[in-house]
């Protein structure tokens, strides 16, 4: 028994060195394929730690009603600022608000504008910690003072993320869907080429008198190493560029950015484990073949 | 001793009828009938696309005939359930026409992996190998691979592998095709020893010098069909000298060493 299994392990092993770049094309589609997958996870979970963190901690905007006098919106200062969680609260007067406008888009021509000016009053609000930003946003919006969806988020980090977080879906979603398909065509077309490759040999070993279950063994195995190499040299590859945008990100946008460290051991032996799933999967059906079409009646 | 197994009584293979089409449409076999006894050294000749490898196929279970009945040993190969083929295969050597060696292995492993394929254990093979391959001179090749070796030694290495487990039959496809007659010749004595030994032996080839030199039953095809046989021993042995087909022989070799 124990010389069966290390006969079908040795034929695995030495297929798997002999067939060269046969074997090298397996392992890198493999890789790709797992890699893209894995890493469209990351990236997209990464992408919306940052926009949810960075989008919590930054200054909102509050709108107030026009119905309500300059004075009064001008006091609602101090009820802001007594809401929990609020740190900071400044505001912004319709006048300034246009004034800031005009410092920032100076090719406009607002002077018309100040006699009947269509911006609000406004005020920035700080909020120092994330988990209090829903409730503050809801207290704010819940104010009768404040026009009916006035609480804006104006950072321009903010928005971008925010565009980021809505588009990386969709991109994801299509890049992934592309990508799944190439290594889909790639992988069926490496596993054609093992056919028609092993089609003869597989002939020649049954002609003379090997088992069936001697002959697809080691190439199911093989196709098994195949598979968890490509999904190992994917978690490398992920590791490595993991660790790469980190140290990018952290340098960029220094504490705002919190991307968590991922296991090395755990992301290998998963990966690992999804592409020994994967190479096993397409090795029996790269075995199965020869059957169906009769060669080795 | 050859004498003494033909007497045996039932023949050991038996063609009733056989015929095999190629995808329905080209007839290779229309009708062979044969048989052969244990012990038996059979020429199967006839020009190009008579018919011989598929008969030499069917016996094998490489084809199945559309028509007609194959029994080896007693048994209806037609009835053969395909977990059993490897059992019946076992029982044979095939040597194919284009050598049929694995040409990602070494020649030692050729020969080492239709021992394992068929339960051997590791020390045997390390046993038994060499051995083989002494016998059939490729020793000093043992650790090529088979696109490393000439036509003459690939066909050896093909010959030592279809005798690794001692096969009571064995089937060899144009074993000469592509050999210079000094190669044939050894080829053939190999083949010949087998038969010495109670191997039953097939052949087909369209090697006339050699098979007139042999001088065994022979066998003629024509058109998927047997039209000749000539069943007795040296029959048709047509004044060939033995002494003048070795000097043709040596003729011939050094004619290509010029
Ligand atoms: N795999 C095949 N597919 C279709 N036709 C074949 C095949 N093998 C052989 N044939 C045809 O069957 C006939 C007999 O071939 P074969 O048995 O190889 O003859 P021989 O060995 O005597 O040259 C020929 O006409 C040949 O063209
Ligand atoms: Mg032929």
């Known amino acids: 028994m124990l010389d069966r299994i290390e006969f079908l392990f040795g034929e695995a092993l030495v297929a798997l060195r002999r067939n060269g770049w046969m074997s090298f094309a397996a392992i890198t589609t493999v890789a790709m394929a797992v890699f893209l997958l894995a890493g469209l996870v990351q990236v997209y979970a990464g992408i919306a730690r940052l926009a949810d963190s960075a989008g919590k901690r930054l200054t909102v905007r509050v709108f107030i009603r026009d119905s309500v006098p300059d004075a009064e919106a001008s006091a609602l200062g101090a009820q802001i600022k007594a809401i929990p969680g609020v740190t900071f609260v400044r505001f912004v007067p319709r006048r300034q608000g246009l004034q800031e406008f005009r410092e920032k888009n100076p090719e406009i021509d607002v002077t018309g504008l100040y006699e009947a000016n269509p911006l609000p009053n406004c005020f920035h609000v700080s909020i120092a910690d994330q988990k209090d930003f829903d409730s503050v946003v809801s207290s704010l919006q819940s104010m009768k003072e404040v026009e009916p969806n006035g609480v804006k988020f104006p950072s321009d980090v903010q928005e971008f993320l925010k565009e980021v977080q809505a588009t990386v879906p969709i991109l994801g979603l299509v890049l992934g869907v592309t990508m799944l398909a ?6 069926y077309n490496a596993i054609r080429m093992t056919v028609v490759a092993r089609r003869r040999e597989i002939g020649i070993m049954l002609l003379v008198g090997a088992r069936r279950t001697m002959v697809w ?17 994917a978690g490398v ?18 504490s705002m950015a919190t991307i968590p460290t991922m296991s090395v051991g755990a992301t290998l032996v998963g990966l690992g484990l999804v592409g020994a799933v994967y190479g096993t999967v397409c090795s029996v059906i790269a075995v199965r073949e020869p059957w169906r079409q009769g060669v080795a009646a | 001793m050859g004498d003494q197994l033909d ?13 095999v089409t190629y995808n329905g449409i080209v007839s290779a076999l229309r009708g062979a009938t044969l048989d052969v006894r244990r012990g038996e050294f059979v020429f199967l000749c006839g020009p190009t696309g008579s018919g011989k490898s598929t008969f030499l196929k069917a016996l094998s279970l490489q084809v199945r005939p559309s028509n007609g009945c194959i029994l080896l040993d007693g048994v209806d190969l037609g009835a053969v359930e395909p977990n059993e083929v490897s059992e019946i295969r076992r029982r044979m050597g095939v040597v194919p026409q284009d050598f049929g060696l694995l040409p990602k292995k070494r020649v030692w492993e050729n020969l080492g992996y239709a021992m394992r394929a068929c339960g051997r254990t590791r020390r045997e093979v390390r046993q038994l190998v060499p051995e083989i391959l002494e016998r059939v001179h490729v020793l000093h090749k043992a650790d090529a691979f088979p696109g490393e070796l000439s036509g003459g030694e690939q066909q050896r290495v093909a010959i030592g592998r279809a005798i690794i487990n001692n096969p009571p039959l064995l089937l060899a496809d144009e074993p000469t095709g592509n050999l210079d007659p000094d190669h044939s010749a050894e080829v053939m004595n190999l083949l010949l020893e087998l038969n010495l030994r109670g191997t039953t032996v097939l052949v087909a080839t369209h090697d006339m010098p050699i098979v007139e030199h042999v001088a065994r039953r022979v066998v003629l095809f024509e058109q998927g069909r047997i039209v000749a046989d000539s069943h007795s021993p040296r029959a048709t042995v047509q004044g060939a000298d033995e002494g003048a087909q070795a000097e043709t022989a040596e003729a011939q070799l050094e004619g290509a060493d010029a």
């Open chain 2, 7 to 19: 007497r045996a009584g039932t023949p050991y293979v038996q063609f009733q009828g056989v015929e």
């Open chain 1, 217 to 233: 063994a080691p190439m199911v195995l093989e196709g098994l190493l195949q598979g968890s190499l490509g999904g190992v040299l």
């Open chain 1, 237 to 254: 590859t992920l590791l490595t560029g993991h660790h790469f945008v980190r140290q990018v990100v952290q340098d960029r946008m220094g």
């Open chain 1, 182 to 187: 190439t290594s889909g065509i790639l992988i």
